[in-house]
């Protein structure tokens, strides 16, 4: 006489919601379970399986991430043995779950800005420039796409509040979720990215001045949820104008990353973008080379903007600030580069092997391998009484 084999074993709602908690919410990037997202689990068996119906709250109605929450809670539910079906069913927080939120991620404080605190490891780089129209938008977001690629927790400020084009290079097409009065930036290739061209109409000019300026770049370091961050990349704008100088005063531990041309022309104006640091005592890293030459077919380079920029501006900020400025990197004209800035995926990702994409994911480990300095870091240390 045959035996029977064992009936599949049903989950259970502690089965089911141990499994959510490896659904982790793409903008906070910690697990639903614990952000207090899952309302309710339901299992009632049935002839062919059982029927799961998870019950999820989103932090706003218009949540731009509800098909991805929906998506991979079905997943990892499905996989559980016995699941026969799974449902989702959405829900929106209430006042006092976007408040108990908020304070379970920011506390009861009054905003802070987190990078400027003495005990911060986030690595902060402002990108700047001499002057418009030398890469510093497509460095910044190739940079922060490879450090992402490689494994590290990013975020980017568009701090280039007249001419942000950040969004559209990374491909955000999604609004800012606001918890309470937190702001939760939207995340793309692994970045968190914020910018004023989120805020304002398609099309809009943005004609404020330096207070508003410093209020603005305040508010995306300090009301923005960045989380636990390694590296934190500034978009500046060219210049040594007033965002300059707020990002000098609000973020004192920050170090600049200098893009220039070959250009001489371009080399000088770079140099006065960098000389900025004499007086808002920064420390600058190097500087990045960009359009340096055309890459022939037949392996010759064609130096279109001239040669010796880059090179010229490390040289000059070594003298000037008496520390050693050195040169990161030379990306070559590539019309990959173009295109993958145009299309919303950093070269870094869409074309790896390309000759820009090689020097940029260089330069990008250079900088993310770097040791965070002690300079305004507390060492721990107290005066012996004697």
């Known amino acids: 006489m045959g035996t029977m084999a064992n009936p599949t074993a049903a989950p259970t709602v502690e089965s089911v919601t141990a499994a959510l908690a490896g659904v982790i919410d793409p903008e906070i990037r910690r697990p639903i379970t614990e952000l207090g997202m899952v309302r309710s689990v339901e299992v009632t068996d049935g002839e062919e399986g059982a029927r799961v119906v998870v019950g999820v709250d989103l932090t706003t109605a218009g949540c731009p991430l509800k098909d991805t929450i929906t998506r991979d809670v079905t997943a990892v539910v499905s996989r559980l043995e016995g699941v026969a079906s799974v449902e989702v069913a959405m829900g929106v927080m209430s006042d006092e779950q976007r408040k108990a939120l908020r304070t379970q991620l920011r506390g009861s404080a009054a905003p802070e800005i987190p990078f400027a605190k003495p005990d911060s490891l986030t690595r902060v780089y402002a990108i700047a420039s001499g002057k418009g129209g030398v890469g510093k938008s497509s460095v910044t977001a190739n940079l922060a796409a490879a450090m992402a690629a490689s494994g ?57 001045r330096g207070p508003m300026l410093h209020r603005a770049l305040e508010q995306f370091l300090a009301d923005v949820y960045w989380g636990d961050l390694d590296v934190l990349l500034l978009d500046l704008p060219p210049g040594t104008g007033d965002v300059a100088i707020s990002v000098a005063q609000l973020l ?37 080379e960009n359009m340096s030459w055309l890459e022939q077919p037949d392996g010759s380079r064609l130096e279109v903007f001239g040669s ?32 993958a800035g145009d299309g919303g995926t950093p070269v870094v990702l869409s074309a790896p092997e390309s000759p820009a994409a090689r020097v940029l994911s260089h330069v990008a480990a250079s900088l993310a391998h770097r040791s965070r300095g002690l300079a305004g870091r507390s060492l721990g240390l107290e005066p012996v009484q004697r």
């Open 308 to 339: 010796g920029g880059g090179a010229a501006v490390a040289d000059s900020l070594s003298r000037a600030t008496g520390t050693g400025v050195a040169l990161l990197g030379q990306v070559p004209l590539d019309v990959a580069l173009r295109e």
């Open 252 to 288: 004192p531990s920050s170090e600049l990353v200098i893009v220039t041309t070959p250009q001489v022309a371009a080399a000088e104006v770079a140099e006065r973008a960098g000389s900025i640091a004499l007086q808002t005592r920064q420390h600058i890293v190097g500087v990045v």
């Open 152 to 208: 590290l927790k990013v975020g980017v400020i568009d701090a280039d509040i007249y001419g942000f084009s950040l969004p559209r290079m990374l491909g955000v097409s999604q609004q800012p979720t606001k918890v309470d009065d937190m702001i939760l930036p939207p995340v793309a290739h692994g970045v968190k990215v914020i910018s004023i061209g989120m805020f304002v109409p398609q099309g809009r000019a943005v004609v404020w």
